[in-house]
Each structure stands twice: as C-alpha cells, then as structure tokens.
C-alpha cells in the first residue's frame, strides 16, 4: 500500500513591507516542490507579518501590513494572512513564532481526530499522519544565520532541526554553499527543502518602496488592490521611510537581554 502523505503547512514570516507578488510566488512554488518529494501533501500556507517592535527602517505600521496582505491573498484558496506575531507587543523570534503556530495547527488535528473517531465508533489504521510545519524562506534568509547576534543556536537547531524549511533560490544566491558552511544546517540538511526558482523573479519589497517614494510605477510588482491601498493611505513616502532611522533591530537589542533569535523580509 502506498505511503500516506505527511499533511504540511508552510510559513512565511517577514515585515511584507508591501507584500509583493513574488511572496506570493514562493507559495506556490514550494507547494509544487514539495507534492514532487511524494512525501508531503501541503495543506495550507500561512503568511506572518512582523511586529512593528521589530524597528526595521521604514516600517509602515502592522495594520496596513496586515490589510495589504489579506487584500493580496484574496484570490488564493489556500494561503492566509496571521495576525498573531503582528500583534504582539515585542518582536518575536521565529521559533517562538512557529511554536505557537505548530501547537494550534496540531490542536485543530487531535480535535478532527477526535471528531472522526467518535462518528466512526473505531479510530482508523488510514488516518492521516500527524501534520508538519516548515518555515518559507528565500535564499537570503540562510545568510541571516550567520549574522552574530541575529540568531540563537539553539532556536537555529529548533528551526531546522524541530520544524525544517523550505528554502526558494532568489537572484545569484547559492543556498547549498550557506548550507554546506553551517555545521547546524549541514546536519539537518535532509530537513531543508532547496527549490530552485526558473522563472526569476526579483522583485523585493524594498526595491518597491522606493520606486513609490519616487513616484515611479510598480504596476505588476504587487497586485492593483495592495496598489490601490497604498495610495488610499499615502503610504511609502520620505517620511515613512524615517520610520525608525537609526534604530538598532530589536533582535539585536533583545539578544543583549535575554536569550533569542531573529527573522527579515
């Protein structure tokens, strides 16, 4: 008998300042990557945009992050827009972010189950496997492990080790030599899922921000209702680019006080 497929959920943390379409397209793109494996089915996806405790320059406030972001995924049906880690107080680190995402996603599991084995009288030897949770991330995002002070070493084992990721080529950037250097990754390397990207895309949420501060178009960069909004609300000029200048990134500050970890775009 075939092998059951592992139920997946992907993640994708980051500011989404705006969102663009190509963080849409590493949906989609590990979506496919991972049903090729022929172990996973994913099931859903979920987009988590940062705090605004994060104090990254030029973030616009998480309600128009988060407004953005669900105005983009409208026409999706299975990717969605979480506003948990937007809405805390602090920024949270990414492991932090994903344990409490993989508890509800489990929880929401254990109840179907519990549900399906009450209807039926018998739980079922076919009842779907236990559903799995991996970060979304691009190329760059590899890099930022080797950031001093950005990540703790044990939120590094938990994120690649615990969890695993899924991490989508951007531009020049080799995701198996970040892998290959880091002894953590190298090690955990059957859990980091490269997927390569053929039809490049390299447009960045930042490279945005400035053509609207220039008053330039980026009609086809991101999709006409985060457009519309952005223009609504007078978004990304100079002076939300001074938002937070010459702040330190609150995972740096955190790390002096206690132990954790970060995430970017």
Known sequence: MATRRVPLVLLA?????????????????????????????????????????????????????????KLALQSSNWVTVDEWESQQPDWTETAVTMRYHYGRILKEYEQSTRTNKDSSGSSSPLSSPPPQLKLLCGAD????????GLWLDDHVEEVTGRFGLVCVSRGGLEPEQAVHESDTLSHHRQNIFLVKEWVRNETSATEVRRALRRGMSVKYLIPDSVLEYIHQ?????????????????????????????????
Not at 36 to 50: E, R
Not at 248 to 257: A, E, G, H, N, S
């Open 233 to 265: 609300h007078n978004l990304y000029t100079e002076d939300s680019e001074r938002r937070n200048k010459g702040m330190l990134l609150r995972p740096l500050t955190k790390q002096t006080q206690q132990p954790v970890k970060t995430l970017d775009d």
């Open 141 to 148: 995002f590899l890099n930022t492990f080797k950031v001093p």
């Open 13 to 69: 943390c980051g500011s989404f300042n705006p969102i663009t379409n190509q963080h849409m397209r590493l949906f989609e793109l590990a979506r496919d990557h991972m049903h090729s494996t022929g172990q996973y089915q994913v099931v859903g996806g979920i987009v988590s945009p940062v705090s605004d405790g994060y104090g990254k320059q030029g973030l616009v406030p998480a309600e128009h992050r988060i407004a953005m972001a």
